[in-house]
């Protein structure tokens, strides 16, 4: 037994300690110090752990997790930037730039055979619901549909035919639409219970603030310096602010056939913003209209994204779609461009969905924003051949199985709502088919000129330059792009790479039919540049190609998620994934100060170059009619090749008027006694001589511009009787 002090012991040491050794009371988990010849309990405790740890097998110690480090991934990111990089003008190395892609495609396939790279996988299918049709509603709208088909003769909007029309699809989508979704939740309830609960509803979560900013960055992309880039106007655009000025005019087109005819969407879009904005009939109309398509085009590249993959391949398509080129420029030229990746990208995604999902309803929206989109842009004819693959593809693949009747049916009702969306352009078709197919046909066939060589030999070759229009060579139209440079940047233009390669070892070994569209989609979305056979030097184009920039930027947006998630997953610690957070940023970063450098300077400048200063002309128009003149005594003598004279009507702020006056109709203008201002190209000295003998008392004054080719000479005549005295011209 182990000799302890008592509490008699304590108390003795505290009343006499003299006489007592002192003691204390220890603090807990300390042994009390007690001189024995015994074994005190700590040593027997340390004793009995040491005799345990000897009976019981030595515990391997844990060994700290290694993560080989991710030197494929990284290496086929490296090399892909580079060969890219190879392939921007004005270096052009195509040969190093082949070799290191083909390395980077082989380190690819390696890394997604050892499972070191996966991409995000799409939701599985589910059984699609067959509709009930509603026959009353139905019935109703079969009379209505033939009442506004022949109504719409003579090429006219009316009162009367829009509200047939309308009526009439109500009607038959209200036949076929499903009132609940899959889940047997219906869409009113849910409607009205958000806006009864709007304050809970709406959270902001850093996922919703990282795509504000994507938004933000996108809006600023597609308005920023918008009245100044492009500068000037060319003669297509005169031709729309014609047919707009129909249209505010009271002349409600179908189709407006001036310019080998223009569908209709762009037009009253025009009319609607220069009411809605103030900015009247202009430029600035124009692209305010067009670049507004750009920007709603961008919610379905991301809705695309999560739809194919997950929402970061969302967020990672539309941020590079943002920041983009190839849609910005399309975007700011002002004609219809943009029109076709803005009704595509809708057609695709309900399209998509209604394949993989029990939601009937997506069939009714994608076969209205096809209808639709009809409407807008010439190249959308050929969507309706890309629908077909996408139920062809999927018929095909065992993803379909036991759903092939239900995808069938659901093939007729993509069909019969464009047509109903259609019927308006249908009826003018009927009337004047020749105008109708004219700018296809021109381009596909002979009616403008032979082809060139042999049509099959051009449609492959047209093929091949499309196909590598992204990495190499985007064309050489200098009106809607950059000639001759790629039409992807370095960054995006690696991701469309790599994802591609993705696609097709995940198709080899998974068979999925949405791998296989996604690269067919591609070509035939390009097939309205591909197939001008009669003018291959019109192919590639950034224009008649934009439905494909949707797939090439979702593609671009898988890749870019492969790459990141491996790296992601791969990295070892914290800070091994912050340089991921901050690799993926610097790209993005330098992504967007490349294209903003491609838009409003390399394509700003070479467009200003190109293009006629009839923004200055009309400056000086109205200048003078605001002065010692009016705007009938001024005027522009055309010459070969020269600006178009309705333009500068359109600057000077009189759009009705074309300033245009031949040199043999100069003799006209003696029977005006005011003062007149000729306006005169700086090479054309025949006019000039004219010009002077008509009116000796009249002087010469040239307009300079810093661009060369752009000055021009202004002619002043003085009213009668009335002398000023001639200027100095500067030499």
């Not at 009439?168 to 899959?182: D, G, P, Q, S």
């Not at 709603?296 to 969302?314: M, R």
Request: with cysteine.
């Amino acid at each position: 037994m182990i000799d302890e002090p008592s509490v008699l012991d304590y108390l003795k040491s505290k009343i006499f300690p003299r006489r007592y050794e002192k003691i204390s009371i220890p603090k807990e988990g300390e042994v009390f110090p007690v001189e024995s010849d015994l074994v005190t309990e700590p040593e027997c405790t340390e004793i009995k752990k040491e005799s345990a740890a000897e009976s019981l097998p030595a515990k391997p110690k844990k060994k700290r997790e290694r993560r080989p480090i991710p030197w494929k991934i990284a290496g086929t990111l490296f090399m892909a930037l580079l060969a890219q990089f190879l392939l921007e003008p004005p270096r052009r190395d195509a040969m190093p730039a082949v070799l290191i892609y083909a390395w980077a495609a082989l380190l690819l396939v390696v890394a997604m055979i050892k499972n070191e790279l996966r991409l995000a996988e799409p939701e599985s299918g589910v059984a699609l619901i067959m509709p009930q049709l509603k026959r009353t509603s139905f019935l109703i709208g079969l009379p209505l549909m033939l009442f506004a088909f022949l109504l719409f003769g003579g090429n006219r909007f009316t009162v009367l035919n829009l509200a047939l029309w309308v009526s009439m699809f109500f009607f038959m989508l209200r036949a076929l639409w499903e009132k609940e979704n899959a889940t047997g939740v219906r869409y009113w309830p849910r409607l009205r219970s958000f806006f009864q609960n709007v304050t809970q509803q709406i959270r902001f979560e850093p996922w919703d603030l990282l795509l504000a900013g994507i938004a933000l960055i996108a809006v600023y992309f597609r308005f920023v310096q918008l009245a100044q880039v492009p500068g000037e106007m060319f003669s297509d655009h005169a031709e729309k602010l014609m047919d707009v000025m129909d249209v505010l005019n009271g002349q409600h087109s179908i189709f407006f056939p001036r310019n080998t005819g223009r569908e209709a969407v762009q037009m009253y879009l025009t009319a609607a913003v220069s009411q809605l904005f103030g900015t009247g009939l202009s430029f600035l109309s124009l692209k305010i209209g067009t670049a507004l398509a750009g920007l709603f085009t961008l919610p379905y590249i991301y809705l695309l994204g999560k739809e194919i993959g997950n929402k970061w391949v969302g967020l990672a398509a539309v941020a590079l779609a943002a920041i983009a080129y190839w849609p910005n420029v399309i975007s700011r030229v002002a004609l219809r461009f943009a029109l076709y990746p803005l009704f595509t990208a809708p057609t695709l995604y309900y399209l998509i969905r209604g394949l993989k999902r029990s939601r009937w309803n997506d069939f009714l929206l994608a076969g209205l924003a096809l209808g639709l989109g009809m409407h807008g842009y010439s190249p959308m004819r050929i969507v309706p051949l890309v629908i077909l693959a996408a139920f062809g593809l999927y018929l095909l693949h065992a993803q379909s199985k036991g759903q092939r009747k239900e995808a069938l049916m659901g093939l007729l009702v993509l069909a019969f709502v464009p047509f109903l969306v259609f019927m308006p352009l249908l009826r003018y078709m009927l009337e004047d088919p020749q105008m109708f197919g004219y700018r296809a046909f021109s381009r596909m066939g002979t009616t403008e000129r032979t082809f060139p060589g042999s049509p099959w030999v051009i449609f492959f070759q047209n093929l091949w330059k499309a196909w590598i229009m992204p990495f190499w060579d985007n064309g050489g139209i200098w009106v809607h792009s950059i000639p001759t440079r790629p039409a992807l940047g370095v960054v995006s233009g690696a991701f469309y790479f790599l994802g591609l390669v993705m696609i097709l070892v995940r198709y080899v070994k998974k068979r999925n039919w949405l791998d296989l569209f996604l690269i067919v989609s591609v070509p035939l979305l390009m097939m309205p540049s591909i197939l001008s056979l009669a003018f291959p030097e019109e192919n590639p184009s950034l224009n008649r190609t934009g439905g494909a920039l949707i797939i090439v930027f979702l593609i671009a947006g898988l890749g870019a998620e492969g790459i990141f998630a491996a790296l992601v997953e791969k990295s070892r610690s914290w800070f091994g994934k912050g340089l991921t957070v901050l690799l993926a940023l610097g790209l993005f970063v330098g992504a967007a100060s490349q294209n903003y450098d491609l838009v409003l300077h390399q394509f700003a400048d070479q467009f200003m170059r190109g293009a006629w200063n009839s923004s200055e002309m009309g400056e000086v128009i109205r200048g003078f009619a605001d002065s010692v003149g009016d705007r009938d005594s001024t005027y522009v003598v055309p010459y070969p090749y020269w600006v178009d004279t309705r333009l500068v009507g359109i600057n000077a702020g009189y759009p009705e008027k074309d300033y245009a006056l031949w040199p043999e109709e100069i003799q006209s203008t003696l029977s005006n006694p005011e003062a007149k201002l000729f306006i005169v190209k700086e090479e054309d000295h025949q006019t000039l001589d004219l010009l002077h003998e008509i009116y000796p008392e009249g002087w010469f004054s040239k307009y300079e511009n810093p661009l060369p080719g752009k000055n021009f000479w202004m002619f002043f005549v003085p009213p009668e009787d009335v002398t000023y005295p001639e200027p100095e011209i500067a030499e």
